[in-house]
């Protein structure tokens, strides 16, 4: 199902609820048994209050049980503060975190998301008759498969509120291949594949921005014209992006074999055991037009 024009698509509050008879993310058609009132930014996904803008429509219950389960650890994980990293707002969430923090399990160690940090040991050899052992300890972190299925669904969301029509109530899902490009917590916004990505889709014609006025939550969709190619981008809880393509699984391959590959640089080399890291490099605000697009072009 194609698009309904050529013009960016925004929910506004008279746009914002959907009748529709398929499923939005899986497109299954739905009966009055078979459909779920479905928010598609989790109302407890953000800290609470900081919502202003939402895509409400119908689900079936099986896509609506598997995005809130991806949502339980995702929310709070996107949601703690990183040293350094946590906008001023974020400080409006910690009532949310206080109340997710005792309940919510992390899929990725199976343990509660407050006791997930990860804690990374690495011994090596600095020089002949010195060897060194120091622990790294990170934050809480998302599994990235989890991620990326999230990222589909919301994604798929909007891509179907793009093909919409109101006379059969009816929409379409995302056309071909989906892929996750990178997923990147805030102080590596900047480093070089995120900032290609953005400098290059910019240019891409807009289809749907929803942007609340806090940006808790934020979502483009780009396509490139003429092809079938489209860009997408999310950020969550104003500490967590993740971006990708999809469509055409030909375009999709050649679009992300043209991504820079980040370089890792050696801490351990060992025979059975090779550690690597990179350092993280943040983006100036001043930098930061992931999400702009032009004011007016909103139909």
């Known amino acids: 199902m194609e698009e309904i024009d050529n013009h960016l698509r925004t929910p506004s509050p008279h746009e914002m609820a959907l009748r529709n008879h398929n499923c939005i993310y899986c497109c299954r058609p739905l009966t009055r048994a078979t459909r779920t009132r479905e928010h598609v930014i989790g109302r407890n996904f953000v ?9 409400i429509a119908w689900a079936c219950d099986q896509c609506n049980n598997d995005k ?15 040293i ?3 906008p001023p707002s974020m400080d409006k969430g910690s009532a949310d975190i206080a109340r997710k923090i005792p309940r919510a399990i992390s899929r990725r160690t199976g343990k509660l998301v407050r006791d997930s940090q990860e804690t990374l040991t690495i011994k090596g050899q600095i020089f002949p008759g010195l060897t060194v052992t120091f622990n ?4 809480p972190q998302a599994d990235p498969e989890r991620v990326g299925r999230l990222a589909h669904y919301h994604v798929t969301a909007f891509h179907y509120f793009t093909t919409y029509r109101k006379e059969t109530r009816l929409g379409g899902g ?11 917590r805030r102080l590596d916004w900047g480093n070089e594949r995120a900032r290609y990505f953005m400098n290059a889709t910019k240019p891409w014609d807009p289809r749907f921005v929803l942007k609340g006025k806090e940006a808790f939550f934020q979502a483009m969709v780009r396509r490139r014209l003429p092809d079938m190619l489209w860009s997408w981008a999310i950020e969550w809880n104003q500490s967590f992006r993740v971006f990708g393509f999809y469509g055409d699984e030909k375009l999709v391959e050649d679009a992300l074999g043209q991504l820079p590959i980040l370089k890792m640089n050696p801490i351990v080399e ?17 930098d930061d037009i ?6 007016g072009s909103a139909v």
């Not at 060992?270 to 001043?286: C, F, G, K």
């Open 47 to 55: 800290p609470k209050g900081r919502l202003d803008i939402n895509l």
């Open 68 to 82: 809130s389960d991806l949502e339980d650890d995702i929310s709070l994980i996107s949601m703690l503060p990183v």
């Open 84 to 86: 350094a990293q946590s």
């Open 136 to 139: 790294m300890v990170t934050s």
């Open 174 to 184: 995302v056309p071909g291949a989906f892929a996750v490009a990178g997923d990147y």
């Open 270 to 286: 060992e025979p059975n055991r090779r550690i690597r890291m990179r350092t993280e490099v943040a983006l100036p605000e001043a």
């Open 290 to 295: 992931l999400f702009e697009h032009e004011i």
